[in-house]
């Protein structure tokens, strides 16, 4: 069984369109995250979800909106894409919040065309 | 947030000679941890250190944390081909530039 999985694995769409990608960890984990990688491989936190609980919003436009319906999922939606949206976007969980290491979901390729 | 700049930011190797990537950061660090991105791939976790001056090894891997702890510094003897991939420090969730490995057989 896949620890953090996260669907879709690709996901292609035009612009102005609202899609979301899906999380979901089995690992009994209280933390959940939202990373971007972008075309330069750098990897940014976007949110973090502590116990279905917003803790960290690292500046990321309104039109990204994480929905966490129980600790074991975090969802994330976008509202009108725009092309500098696509990267690939990594969910991730931990343990608890005191910096524990990170399990990663294998990643969704969004490309906005 | 806070940013750990690495250095360098590629590093092309022949197969068997060692390797280096440095994480340094202008304040102290709570703690620093490594991971290892697989071209394709997701983040693996590798280690983390936390206490100053600490030096940890896995098999050719060898992790330092720097006295002041403000730099980190991941080794990797006798690089094989499967050492091939991004090699990230991260602090408090924030993962630093990176530095991409490739490994000419």
């Known amino acids: 069984d896949t620890a953090v999985s996260q669907t879709p694995k690709y996901l292609v769409t035009q612009m102005g369109n609202d899609k979301s990608i899906k999380c979901e960890q089995n690992l009994g984990h209280d933390t959940m995250y939202w990373y971007k990688q972008d075309s330069k491989k750098f990897l940014k936190i976007m949110f973090s979800y502590n116990n279905k609980e917003l803790i960290i919003n690292e500046t990321v436009p309104n039109r990204f909106s994480p929905k966490s319906p129980d600790k074991a999922h975090l969802n994330l939606h976008i509202n009108s894409l725009e092309l500098g949206d696509s990267a690939v976007y990594f969910c991730?969980?931990?343990?608890?919040?005191?910096?524990?290491?990170?399990?990663f979901g294998s990643g969704t390729q969004l490309s906005v065309l | 947030g806070q940013q750990v700049m690495q250095i360098p930011q590629y590093q092309h190797v022949q197969e068997g000679e060692d390797f280096t990537t440095y994480c340094n950061s202008s304040?102290?660090?709570?703690?620093i941890q490594w991971y290892k991105q697989r071209p394709g791939g997701h983040p693996v976790f590798l280690i983390q250190?936390?206490?100053?001056?600490e030096v940890k090894k896995q098999k050719r891997l060898t992790f330092q944390f720097g006295e002041a702890k403000k730099n980190s510094s991941l080794h990797i003897t006798a690089t094989q081909t499967t050492d091939v991939g991004t090699y990230f420090c991260v602090n408090n969730l924030f993962f630093g530039t990176g530095t991409r490995l490739t490994v000419i057989p």
């Open positions: 304040t102290t660090l709570s703690n």
């Open positions: 991730a969980s931990s343990l608890g919040t005191g910096g524990e290491k990170l399990f």
């Open positions: 250190l936390v206490k100053s001056g």
